[in-house]
């Protein structure tokens, strides 16, 4: 089964989520948020915006860490994908050479929000340096083309001063190596401020579950084949795929409940996604 097909599924799966049971409905991150500590009132946090198929972010930023702020207001399933531009390569290149959901090699991905629903939101933060970057989505469409193809890309430049503005503040590590995720703590109910740290030898993603009472993350393979029956899980959020070496900080609220965290990145060596590979785990909060 290829990367594409399962983003594709998620897009049915989120639609099912939205409607389906009052227990898939309650988990989306709610709109107002947690209080934040004093240590991160100077963050610097850069809104980005997504459509069916355009982005609305910003055309400059100054390098330094940055949250973005990501809120879906598409009827489809977008996430922020973002990488670099190396010089000579242009905008039109990533998006005539990214096959399927696989970006160039010399587009060196940095990660970004992860996949949300229509009306979802989240937060993200990464550190940028200067150059030129590109956020992409590479979800497909109900067609099965991907957003990227149907324009969905935004350039922007990180150049100027350094900020001085803060990354929030961790609550936990997480690791992600090939194939697995380790934490430097347990997720709690509420606020979780998670630092993903890639220090595996390819890249990753971590998405996020709310698991149906008895299922598992590796339940969602079963149901993509046949779609029979509700879906085992809803995605309420993470990261878009990045680099070895590579740090994400994802800000997400849990409820008390079955989680479960799934890589469907695909695998640079046999090109099977890493779930297949085992990169899926549970737990409870």
């Known amino acids: 089964m290829k990367h594409s097909r399962i983003i594709g599924s998620l897009i049915v799966l989120a639609l099912v989520a939205l409607g389906a049971t009052a227990f898939l409905n309650r988990h989306s991150r709610p709109r107002d948020p947690a209080p934040v ?4 009132a100077v963050r610097r946090i850069v809104e980005v915006t997504a459509r069916d198929y355009a982005f609305d972010a910003p055309d400059t930023l100054a390098p330094g860490p940055v949250t973005f702020r990501f809120t879906n207001h598409g009827p489809d399933v977008h996430h922020v994908y973002i990488a670099s ?4 390569k242009t905008l ?6 990214t096959k399927g959901e696989l970006l160039p090699a010399w587009a060196m991905t940095i990660g970004g929000p992860g996949a949300q ?7 993200t933060s990464l550190t940028l340096t200067p150059g030129r970057y590109a956020m992409v989505c ?7 083309v991907p957003h990227i193809k149907k324009g969905m890309m935004h350039e922007f430049t990180v150049a100027g001063p350094m900020t001085t503005l803060a990354s929030p503040v961790p609550s936990v590590v997480m690791t992600l190596r090939d194939y697995g995720f380790d934490l430097s703590a ?3 109910a509420g606020r979780n401020v998670i630092e993903v740290r890639n220090t595996a030898t390819q890249h990753h993603e971590v998405i996020i579950l709310k698991l149906a009472p008895g299922k598992k993350s590796a339940d969602l393979l079963t149901w993509f084949a046949t779609h029979a029956g509700p879906p085992p899980a809803a995605v309420i959020g993470g990261t878009s795929p990045f680099a070895p070496g590579m740090t994400n900080i994802v800000d997400i609220t849990l409820e008390p409940g079955e989680y479960g965290l799934i890589c469907f990145a695909t695998d640079v060596h046999d090109g099977k996604m890493h779930v297949e590979h085992g990169m899926s785990t549970e737990f409870t909060i």
């Open 117 to 123: 629903i229509p009306g979802g939101h989240g937060e």
């Open 85 to 88: 531009l190396p010089e000579g």
């Open 92 to 97: 039109a290149d990533l998006v005539n050479e």
């Open 37 to 40: 500590p004093t240590a991160e």
């Open 186 to 188: 347990p997720l709690t």
């Open 138 to 144: 590479i979800v497909p469409a109900p067609d099965g």
